[in-house]
């Protein structure tokens, strides 16, 4: 089955309103890295988190490794947060970058 | 600023003609890789290089070859183009060791096989 998996699949804010963005992953975690993807357009690496908790702005990663889990907090969306954010992980085989599917955020005006 | 180019942005070609898809690195990164994107699937690693010469296999590999002609370039080659192989083209660089590697995007190209 698919080792990472991401909820929900598609979300729509009001512009202000906080976002929670999870990544769940049924292998064994070396590392977790979270990426934007802008609509139409490439990625942008936002965190490299294979653990514990990172902030970068008003963003926030969470990674909890027991609990097979990583989260992306956006705190007061904006119009330019929408696109699709997805997670990667690589497992403890070294295997390159897994891709979950993303979830595709709308933040409306 | 890093930098990895693709082209072409869009390409149309037609069932059991030949493709191929040019990366361009200008970060001297040593690691290169393809990946494909469609809906329901994320992104998936089709073949990937440690640098030039040196080509490996991806998680989907089958109708596809690469090749690392030097540091800079790493292409994409469907000998025999199907329509299975319509998606989203996305070429990385990176740096960095294992699962801590900074990977670095084209802005993809979009193939749609006839």
């Known amino acids: 089955g698919q080792q990472v998996q991401q909820s929900p699949a598609s979300l729509v804010l009001q512009e202000g309103e906080n976002a929670e963005l999870q990544c769940n992953f049924s292998t064994s975690l070396n590392s977790m890295q979270w990426f934007y993807q802008r609509p139409g357009g490439s990625l942008v690496s936002l965190f490299y988190?294979?653990?514990g908790t990172k902030h970068s702005g008003r963003l926030t990663s969470t990674t909890v490794i027991k609990e097979r889990r990583s989260s992306l907090h956006i705190s007061s969306s904006q119009t330019t947060d929408s696109g699709t954010y997805l997670c990667?992980?690589?497992?403890?085989?070294?295997?390159?970058?897994?891709f979950g599917g993303g979830t595709r955020l709308t933040v409306r005006p | 600023e890093a930098a990895v180019t693709q082209s072409p942005r869009n390409k149309v070609a037609v069932t059991g003609g030949k493709v191929t898809l040019s990366c361009n690195q200008t970060n001297n990164h040593n690691n290169m890789y393809w990946y494909r994107q469609d809906t329901g699937h994320g992104l998936r690693l089709i073949h990937y290089s440690y640098g030039a010469g040196s080509t490996e296999k991806g998680d989907i590999p089958d109708g596809y070859k690469a090749s690392r002609p030097s540091q800079e370039n790493f292409s994409l080659i469907l000998e025999l183009a199907t329509p299975s192989q319509t998606s989203v083209y996305f070429c990385?660089?990176?740096?960095?060791?294992?699962?801590?590697?900074?990977?670095?995007f084209g802005s993809g190209t979009r193939l749609t096989v006839l």
């Open positions: 990385a660089s990176g740096e960095g060791q294992g699962g801590a590697e900074t990977l670095y």
């Open positions: 988190n294979p653990s």
């Open positions: 990667a992980l690589v497992n403890n085989a070294g295997a390159k970058l897994t």
